[in-house]
């Protein structure tokens, strides 16, 4: 696609022209900084170049640049305060510029190749490429519109662009120093009282869908435990780092919380059902932050069951002994959370038991026996631990090696095949058998 790109580039008369009408790649008898002298709107760049003692070598053919540079209108939009201490600031003013500079001859057809652009710091800014419009944008996710292109001179090559790109720090913030700039407040305060902290600063890298603190205003979690507040959360982390433009529609996501997370394409691109804000790609030394406009509500116990072609025949007995409400307490007004031990298809074929036709009673009396009050983590389950199902039943935790077994009343061992599916109602537990059968 990118490929188809470059000839749009030309149709659009995005490169420059001579009298002929035909591309002029390069002058042979003029510097980068001569191009940008002669051109009104780099007035400012042609200024702080000089301020930060870049001009020599946008002047010298001892090293060849490509320059992506900022417009007047582009340095107007930097608060007066800031350009002003930048000018002070020579050292950091060349640190700026040079994040705008690639090493090398790249013209217009060479960017639209590229995702990342290295500069000659070091560092990379990403290309992005929308139909005829190609941008580049920074760690912070300023987005800058390349405006105008191809202006060839004898050392390099010169581009401009609609906005001023802010280079990394060295090192780069983690995530949570990430999220702290960038106002982030009432999620990391949910963070701190889900006891989510060690998680977010555990290495990554991670995907962390951030809701603004507007958005955390519209949703009530003063009543949330801890537990489900944490699943919520969870549900917002993708292990990885995942660009915006790596988005794709149709190809869920799954979060920390081992659930899916849907992507629509848009516009607006949602994720989980949330809008995806302007602030995106904020790249973090062990991750990356998205922007979303509103809280993500993970799905219920019973949506889990209902959603996997795996429980279809536990949601047939759910929907037959109409005990849907036992699995999903109300989390949100204050309803102690549960944990499900779910069998799968296989499990109730190995049961024995037809749930289309064995008594309702019998038929609550097995379904409850798989689900306990408050929120069991795997991680928290230890040997010969003993808890009672809502049905009156005592469970006991047998493990053998790593392998973990429940054992109900009647000595009948389910393992536990997959674990720790946080949903809003508790935690799912997938089981290969079934318990008080």
Do not use: W
């Not at 000018?87 to 639209?112: I, K």
């Not at 899916?260 to 904020?282: M, Y």
């Not at 809280?295 to 949601?315: C, G, Q």
């Not at 790593?402 to 009343?409: A, G, L, R």
């Amino acid at each position: 696609m990118r490929r188809l790109l470059i000839s749009t580039f030309s149709l659009l008369g995005l490169f420059a022209c001579g009298d002929e009408g035909r591309p002029v790649y390069r002058s042979f008898d003029k510097s980068v900084l001569e191009l940008a002298k002669e051109d009104p709107n780099l007035t400012t760049f042609v200024e702080l170049a000089t301020v930060a003692g870049l001009d020599e070598a946008l002047n010298s053919t001892q090293a060849v640049f490509t320059v992506f540079a900022p417009t007047n209108a582009a340095f107007s939009a930097v608060p007066a305060a800031a350009l002003t201490a930048l000018r002070e600031d020579p050292v950091a003013l060349s640190a700026v510029l040079r994040f705008h500079m690639a090493g090398g001859f790249v013209p217009a057809n060479l960017v639209v190749l590229q995702k990342d652009l290295r500069t000659i710091t070091s560092t990379t800014v990403h290309v992005l490429v929308n139909g005829s419009e190609v941008s580049l944008r920074d760690y912070l996710g300023t987005v800058a519109k390349v405006t105008k292109v191809d202006q060839g001179a004898k050392n390099g090559m010169l581009h401009q662009i609609d906005k001023v790109l802010t280079p990394p720090p060295a090192p780069l913030p983690d995530l949570a120093t990430a999220l702290t700039d960038g106002g982030y407040a009432a999620l990391l305060g949910a963070v701190d009282v889900a006891g989510l902290t060690p998680v977010l600063t555990s290495g990554g890298p991670f995907t962390v869908f951030a809701p603004t603190d507007d958005a955390f205003g519209e949703v009530d979690t003063s009543s949330v435990g801890a537990d489900v507040l944490a699943n919520i959360l969870l549900h917002h982390v993708v292990a990885g780092s995942v660009a915006s433009e790596d988005l794709v529609a149709g190809s869920p996501l799954t979060s920390a919380a081992k659930l899916p997370l849907v992507v629509t394409a848009g516009p607006p691109i949602t994720v989980g059902g949330a809008d995806l804000g302007e602030n995106v790609d904020v790249v973090a030394s062990d991750g990356v932050v998205h922007e979303l406009a509103s809280v993500i509500i993970p799905p219920t116990t019973v949506d889990v069951v209902v959603a996997s072609a795996d429980f279809s025949t536990l949601e047939q007995a759910v929907t037959r002994a109409n005990v849907a409400a036992a699995l999903t307490p109300n989390t949100i007004e204050g309803e102690e959370p549960i944990t499900v031990f779910a069998p799968t298809n296989a499990a109730f074929t190995a049961s024995g038991i037809n749930v289309a036709t064995v008594g309702t009673s019998t038929l609550t009396q097995v379904l409850t026996s798989h689900v306990v009050a408050g929120q069991l983590l795997s991680t928290g389950l230890f040997d010969g631990q003993l808890f009672r199902a809502a049905s009156g039943m005592v469970l006991e935790v047998d493990i053998v090696d790593e392998d973990v077994f429940i054992v109900d009343e009647e000595g009948n061992r389910s393992q536990v095949v997959d674990t720790d599916i946080r949903t809003l109602s508790g935690v799912v537990h997938v089981v290969s058998g079934v318990i008080g059968r």
